[in-house]
């Protein structure tokens, strides 16, 4: 989808962080934009700020792990702008503790927001994306973290991004040949409010969930820039958007993958 000016984008977590950031670059393209998110004040914040740039914009107050919220998302979209021909399901929240120590709540919350949250983009959007004129692309947010063991403590977060990237690499499969691209998003670190994530848990997890043991998000790439690669990646239709490309993370790749392929080795010698 190399034309990308005057088409709508719809955003979930658009409110701050990566999602803020694909806004931007959103209306640098000259995109008319949603800004969707939990934080409505948030979305707001960003969609005034679009529309000050001269964009077409507005803001949608949707909690992804809810699917009749995001199929009102979806219709509030269509009937705003009559298409989406970009979707970003971007919104995600982490834990920081090991499988041992993480509870049941920990994995509840992750997986509702970080996975279903993908998979109701999917069920909401797809069927009318099917049914619109032109091309149409949709971003889900994954990790690094979903492609080798991360540095940090973050078990639940690693294995709701692996499972993004995996259902990801699927939808691909199943929508090709019909004018909708595919891409999974694997940032490294990003100048967010990521660990700041624990003022949206829901009522019934509120007591259950593990404690925030952090809130710095400096010193990563700023949010602007990894808008700005996410929209090449769209207009090149690349199935990978990798934001980070240090040789440290790569490393790690090729010890996994070269780990995995000497294991088939292994597996015919028996």
């Not at 960003?46 to 803001?59: F, H, L």
């Not at 991004?161 to 691909?172: F, N």
């Not at 998003?185 to 700041?196: H, K, Q, W």
Request: charged fraction near 25%.
């Amino acid at each position: 989808m190399e034309q990308l000016e005057g088409k709508v984008a719809v955003v979930t977590g658009g409110g701050s962080g990566v999602g803020e950031g694909m806004i931007g670059a959103c209306v640098d393209a000259g995109m008319r934009v949603v800004v969707a998110d939990i934080d409505l004040e948030g979305a707001e914040r960003v969609a005034s700020a679009a529309r000050e740039r001269g964009a077409e914009a507005i803001a949608v107050h949707v909690d992804v792990a809810d699917r009749v919220a995001m199929d009102a998302l979806a219709e509030r979209a269509y009937e705003e702008f009559g298409e989406v021909n970009l979707l970003c399901c971007n919104a995600g929240v982490i834990i920081e503790a090991s499988i041992e120590d993480s509870t049941d709540a920990d994995w509840e919350w992750l997986f509702r927001v970080n996975v279903m949250g993908v998979v109701h983009g999917a069920q909401a959007f797809l069927p009318r994306m099917r049914e619109q004129e032109g091309e149409a692309h949709i971003v889900n947010t994954g990790s690094i973290a979903g492609l080798f063991v991360p540095r940090l403590d973050v078990a639940t977060y690693a294995a709701s991004k692996h499972a993004v990237v995996g259902l990801t690499d699927r939808l691909r499969h199943e929508v090709a040949g019909t004018g909708i691209g595919v891409s999974v998003l694997c940032p490294g670190g990003v100048t967010t409010r990521l660990f700041e994530g624990h003022r949206n848990v829901p009522d019934d997890l509120a007591d259950k969930v593990t404690p925030a043991t952090r809130t710095d998000g400096a010193g990563g790439m700023a949010p602007a820039e990894v808008g700005r690669r996410v929209l090449d990646a769209v207009r090149a239709d690349r199935f990978w958007i990798i934001t980070h490309p240090r040789d440290e993370d790569r490393g790690l790749v090729d010890e996994r993958y070269e780990e995995l392929v000497d294991s088939y080795a292994w597996a015919r010698d028996r």
